[in-house]
């Protein structure tokens, strides 16, 4: 299967899917972290695509994404965007809405 597939499939298969250095348990950058910190602090159920163990992923995301760090918070298959975003997100209580909604969904 080719790469942007499986990114697809990944995509269309979770509500919320966090591409992240690392793990949420063992992050293996301070900004994927913070980022699954936030999502944890709000309840998020996600889940986590380690692109350290991926480099296709690694390589391709961005091209797909057109953003071009890790970690890539997304929600319903929509970049939400990165570390600063989602914490900014998670600041103002918006973070916390974007999960109850993709919870109902």
Known sequence: MDVIERIKGTLAGHPIVLFMKGTPQFPMCGFSSRTAQALKAVGADFHSVNVLEDPEVRANLPRYSNWPTFPQLFIHGELIGGCDITLELYESGELER????????
Do not use: H
Request: hydrophobic content about 50%; glycine content about 0%; aromatic content about 0%.
């Open 98 to 105: 974007l999960v109850q909604d993709a919870r109902k969904a």
